[in-house]
Every structure is written in C-alpha cells, then in structure tokens.
DNA sequence: TGTTAGCACTCAATATAGGAGAGTGCTAAC
DNA sequence: GTTAGCACTCTCCTATATTGAGTGCTAACA
C-alpha cells in the first residue's frame, strides 16, 4: 500500500491544511496554496484515489476531504516533519516548580498544567513506577488514646501513611521497639525480597504485638507495592475547549466523563507503555469509542534508565502532530532530568 | 420592602416554577398550576409590581418571568420550605471512604464526588483548618548520599515532608539527635506557642547542625502555619453539564477557569467562613463577574466544634435551594462525624 | 496516456418570509 | 379590587429560495 510522490504529496497538503483551518479542504485550495504544479481537476483525481485507499473521507458530497485516522497514522508515520521545541521559559518553569517544593508530585502536576499550556490540548501525567521502591524506613507515633500513625518512606522518597488503632495498653516505648526491629529487618528490602522466613522471624520477635504488626505490615506491603503510587495529574481542561470542535457541548461531557475517571484515563495510557519514544494513537485505534475523535501523543520518562511514568497529549484527532510530538519529547526528557536531580541520593 | 401575602405567592410560584422547567414562567401557567384563586389578569398585575420592586425580571417582551438574584434572595431567606435529605445510601459511601483507607483527603476528596453525584451540581469541598494543629512528632530519616528527608505529624493528623540536602559528613546518629530534641522540645506546641526563646535554646543545644535545622524548621513551621493544608476538592464537573442552562460552550468555559484555579475558589468560598450554618451567595452577590449566573450553597464542618472546613454546591442561580441547603447541612454533619471519629485520639 | 478545462450536479449554509404561540399591557366592565 | 377581552410584541419554528464551495464526469489536448 505505498503512495507516488504527488499523492503523497496531496495528502500532506489535505493533513496540513486541515490541521492549520479546520475546514474540509478541497481541490481548488490545494492547487492554489500547495503549489503541486498540477491543477485542481488532477488533483480530484487524486483525492478520489486517496478516498478509495481509505486515507481521505468526506463529510458530504459537496464538501472538501477530511484525513481519516488511517491518513493521520499515515501522515505521522511517513510525511510529519519532526520538529523541535526548545524553550527556555518551560525549563525555568519546571525547575522553578522543583527548587519551590522538592517533591515529585508537585513538580509532575504542574508539567500537567504547563503542557495544557503550550499546546491547548490536554495534557496528562501519569506516574507508575514511584511504587515498588525499597524499603527505607518506618516510624509509629503515637498520637495520644487509642491511636497511631504509622509512617513508611521508600527509597524513591515515598512518603505513605496511615492511623491506625492501638490497644490502650501500648506505650510510646513499644511502638518505638516496633519502629527499630522493622527497621532493622526490612532495611533496603523490595516487595519480591520479603521472605516469608523474615517475616515469620519478626513475628516471633515481635510477637506480643501481632495486632499492631498486622497493620504496619499492611502499610509496607501497600507502600512497596508497584500499584501504588499510581497517580494520574491532569492538566487544564479548560484550554482543550479553545479547539473548534468543541462547540457542541456532547463533546465535552464525552470528554469528561472520561478525564474524571483516573482509573480509565490510566488503562489507555498502560495500553502502549512498553514502546520506547514518543508514540501516539489515533482516533479508533483506542479502543474506548468515546476516545475516537481524540487523539493521544504519549511519552515515558525514566529515573535511572528505567520507565517510571507517562505523559500524554490528548487532543482532536485533527492536533498539530507535529508540534505535539516535539513538545512531549521535551517535556519526557526534562521531567526526567528533574526528577533524576531530585532523587540524586543514591550513588554519587 | 415587605411582599403582601398575594405577592409572597406569586413569587414562589415562579421560582418554584421556574427552578423545576427552566423556562420562563407566565400568568396563565401560574394560574393554572399554582391555585392562587385569581385569574391570570390579576396574576399579571402582581407580577409587574414584582418587577417593578426588583424580584422579577423580563427576558424580553413577551417572555414569561424568571426571577432576579434579588427575587432567589427573598424566596431564600423568606419563602423557602427547609426540607431534610437524609439517605441512608449516602451514609454508607461516606462511611466506606472512612474505613477503606483511613485519611481525611481520602474522605474528602470523595464527599466532593458524592456531592456532585446526589445534586448534578459542581460540589467542592475545602479544608482549611488542618493547618494550624499542634506539633506531634518529626523524624529525619537519612535516605543515603547528600540526602534526609524530614517528616512532620501533627496531632490534627496531618503529615508533612520534604527532602533536603545535608552534609556529606553528617551521620544517622546526628538526624537522630535532632529529631529527638526536636521531639522533646516542641510536644504539643501550636504555631504561635513557639516563643523565640525555645528556638534559641534548640539553636544553641544543635549549634553544630545549624544549616540542618534551618530546614526542619522550615518544614515545622509550614506544617504548622494556618494556611497550609488549604485544600480544595473539586466534586465531578461532568454532572453539573446536564443542567440546562450549559447548552453553550462559553459558559462552560468561564466554569472551568474558575474550578482551575484552586486559589480563587478558596477565596470566594472563604469570604463567608464566619457565618454559622449553611449560607447562599447568589449570582451577583459574588464579587467575582464570572459567577453571576451562579450560586453557591455553602456550609462549614468541624473537628471538636472548631470550623475547620466548608463545603460548597455551586450550581446555576435556577439551581434547588431547598435540595441544596438539605443536602450541604446533611454532608456537613455527616463529614463532621466522620472526621470526629477519624482523629478520637485526644481526651475520650 | 496523463492532464486539463468545462460543466452539470449536489448539498450545507445562509437568508427570507410567513405563521403559530406564548405572553404582556391596557381598557372597560363587573 | 378583579376580571374578561383584545391588540400588540416578540421568539421560535418551518418552509422556501439563494448562494457558493466542491465534486465527478466528459471531452479535448499535449
């Protein structure tokens, strides 16, 4: 299924064209804006091929072409142009989120916020790989009563937390005993290299204070888990809404019915999380139909080499591709870069 | 400016009427469905006084009435029957929240989607007291390299950390003895319980560690300043799109850049924080133009009869106050409750 | 054989006009 | 003070032209 150069051409001019004006384009345009050196009766011909082909649809018979997501993926795929983007008030800006507030969360919010920014499309963050640390350390306060906290920071800098109840009969002392022994035990450890026999010994050494062990173990189990710590930050909607095709308001509440759902947004955007580089889908080729006129430009960034998250560009099918794939590889890299400067601890 | 009791009625009528089918409401329709026992003409009559006081007003000549912010003003304060919501199904969500994972942002962040879900109006639920709690315990955890990371908790339960940098030569047992003089030092201190003489004695007991402290002393006094924990959570914004009145895109816009600027909402609702039970800004009441066609039903909630939060329905100024009012005053309680029973720590 | 000019045809979008219907304000009678 | 009646207003809906962009096809041309 490979195209002549004119054709190629042609449907360059149609994606292009359609993507800078939102209009259906037809053949008068092309032979005038795109100088192919043809006119416009050669270039019906052509667009007529291109339909039959399945690249190029028509909305109604009187009405120009309209790139199908078959001549989107084919756009992408062979004739996109790949640019760059390099701006330095986005770095500062990143950095800026990083030196104000050195936590992971704030920084991946706020690259949500400023991809929605640039591009007018929305842009979604997603954070898979802060769980499944190893474990650092744990500390039980007391808080007075009949309960306590109990407090698990990994090694990725994961802070997790939760009241728990004690029986009155505990003292800080005790809690301070269970505090050290896991420590102890548990030092460095990730979910897989938890031994049942380690856990048994620390039953045994502990073993007047199973009630509280439970839970703290609970906590652990939680905090090193590889689900935890999946975290999707959305970006503005509200800048998407400046897209044309968003007049009707069907579309929109499509839209956010799906953005409200986390867990959702997260299915789709695992979906592809093997593949390396900036990758994007196209209209139907997710498989959630309320996504078809969308589509989603994905990248992952890493901390030391590995995957750790995803960032996402969603936009009408009808987006700036290129502009798109430029902007998400920038912000991959430069997330990674940060989140690589915040968590500099190990090595070194 | 007191209505004779023919007007009170007619009034009601309309915004009954009007809050029910959206549409403009007329003289014949009152006087068919609401059996005020005169004709349409003297309904008319009525209704032009109306107008002329203010309550009333005209969308165009020959349009029904819709009532002004003025008009929902007095039927609030005046006519408005208080119904009571009470759902058991509601009482179970909240109390699941509670018991699945024992958080007050968890809890929270769900009351605002319930909120949205029982009402199709824009739910919003804002913390504002969990600052500003007494200093319980923090712990400097050594995360390896240049690295610590401090952890601060509250007896309000609230956790707060951060990573700073430390000298190389800086050893666990140093992050320890800082964390237990800090511990012991400052037990159940509030933010402004911290005399400078206190600060001077740690400073002068951990000379050596000057710079580290510094920082934990940021973190403390952040953790334990009023402002922070300032939090909004925002209920569905999809349910709110089902109202009639968002047939046009614009609104919807001016909706969302409101919603996405977490500190403006936290001002409007905050304006009001004083006033006990549940109060009503409407439409033009708010200082802030983008919410003239709005109205906001709040409520506070507490911990230990102190304010610590409110909670808010923003919906159309046509929105149901009788519902609205019901179901803030119900999550209110309810969100007390189960936030009282979340921190039972202290006295019992 | 590929390209082009020309032309009839299609169809959305826009404008135009004509009711229909809901509602009002006013007047006169009760 | 209340009401019936009526002329008037204005939106909304529908039907009907009109316009214009764009196509597909044909026939002529290089």
Known sequence: MTLDARKKNVLM??????IATAEPVGSRTIARKYKLGVSSATIRNEMADLEEMGYIEQPHTSAGRVPSDQGYRYYVDHLMKREEFNSKEAKLVLNGYLTKKREVGHVLRNAGQLLSQITNY?????TSGLGGGRFKHIQLVHMGGRQSMVIMVTDAGAVHHQIIDIPESIQAVDLETISSVLNHKLQGKTIENIRLTLIQEIYFELAKQKHILDMAMDVIQEGLSLETGEKIYLGSIFNILNQPEFHNIEKVKVLLS???NEHELANIMTDVFQEEGVT??????????RLKDYSLVMGTYHMEGKPVGRIGLLGPTRMDYSRAFAVVEYMTDNISLVIERLMRWRGK
Chains 1, 2 share one sequence.
Request: aromatic fraction near 4%; proline fraction near 0%; glycine fraction near 12%.
């Open 13 to 18: 001019a149609i994606v292009q064209d359609y």
């Open 280 to 289: 994007v889908r196209i209209g139907e080729e997710m498989e959630d139909g």
């Open 122 to 126: 929305t842009g979604v963050v997603m």
């Open 258 to 260: 799906l953005l409200e």
